[in-house]
């Protein structure tokens, strides 16, 4: 089935009524100029082969998502394997950003030796890259989840694949269980054979929150993005991930603050301030120009 591009009332429709919301929130919810709407896909992206119909807010509320209460509110970061060794991400980097983009609380837990259990691998037959299997990672998540946990997200810079048909994924997450993984292994520019560059390290940790984001919003119960150039975009390869942005379209963001309460202003700010010190000077100007936009309303 052809993907049909949106048109601009699908797009607003799909944020749902906003007459009842607070102030700041409807600003917030209007998208201006500031939000690039989905383009047409091309042959090998992920609308082309994929028919998504999109996820509206008011259907992400029927679907009655998991949302944090006061019991189960930390979003826990479990690295797998060999994680944070040589020109590996640092573990509080990655914690601190998921504290700020969900607007909750995130905390690391010690790495977990996956070579003493039962996880299937393989190597891929492109690449020769050890790859770990996500449903047996997954399983082991489950019965690894702490009892204050929203969510259990696994890390690793090992190559994963979902099924023996497919040739890899860059992450994977269940809906309803509240557990995800996410190999960081093919955003560094090593995977493929090339030198590391200068910015080789800013570049593995924006395309890693990416997929951090991405990834642990379909714990919230969002599912992928049709509407705008959004975080929940779906993506089939390096070059398609890499042209997300990493925050949330008016849909999303919608579903998102339904979820957790925060105050978009203030969550805005504190993803500034970590752009900023992480080098992502173009995602910090879209927030600071966004951040103008809503206070001036």
């Known amino acids: 089935m052809q993907f049909i591009v949106p048109d601009a009332a699908q797009r607003l429709g799909a944020a749902g009524p906003v007459s009842g919301l607070p102030e700041t929130l409807r600003h917030a919810l209007d998208p201006r100029d500031d939000f690039q709407p989905i383009a ?6 992920w609308l082309a082969h994929h028919a998504e119909t999109g996820q509206t807010f008011e259907q992400f509320l029927r679907a009655r998502p998991n949302r944090p209460d006061k019991h189960r509110r930390t979003l826990y970061l479990l690295p797998l394997g060999n994680f944070g060794q040589g020109d590996a991400l640092p573990l509080d980097e990655l914690v601190r950003f998921t504290a700020v983009f969900f607007a909750g609380e995130a ?3 010690p790495p977990l030796d996956i070579t003493r259990l039962r996880v299937a691998s393989r190597r891929n037959p492109s690449t020769g890259q050890l790859q770990l ?5 997954l399983d082991l998540l489950r019965n690894s989840l702490p009892d204050d946990a929203f969510a259990l997200l ?5 190559d994963l ?3 023996p048909h497919w040739n890899f994924v860059f992450g994977q997450a269940s809906l309803s269980d509240r557990v995800g993984v996410y190999s960081f292994a093919r955003y560094d520019p090593k995977f ?4 590391p560059a200068g910015n080789s390290r800013r570049l593995m940790l924006r395309r890693s929150c990416k997929v951090l984001a991405h990834e642990t919003g379909h714990m919230f119960g969002i599912e992928h993005c049709i509407w705008y150039r959004c975080a929940m975009n779906g993506s089939n ?9 990493i925050h ?3 849909v999303d963001l919608r579903k998102l603050q339904w979820s957790v309460g925060f105050d978009v202003v203030g969550r805005y700010r504190q993803l500034r301030e970590f752009d900023l010190q992480m080098g992502f000077d173009g995602e910090a100007r879209w927030l600071e120009k966004r951040i103008r936009f809503i206070e001036s309303r």
């Open 40 to 45: 047409k896909p091309g042959s090998a992206d």
């Open 107 to 109: 905390r690391g837990l």
């Open 133 to 137: 299997l996500t449903s047996d990672l």
């Open 154 to 158: 696994g890390i690793t810079m090992i």
């Open 161 to 163: 694949y979902p099924d």
């Open 192 to 195: 493929y054979g090339g030198a």
């Open 237 to 245: 390869h390096l070059a398609e991930a890499d042209a997300r942005p």
């Open 248 to 250: 949330l379209c008016p």
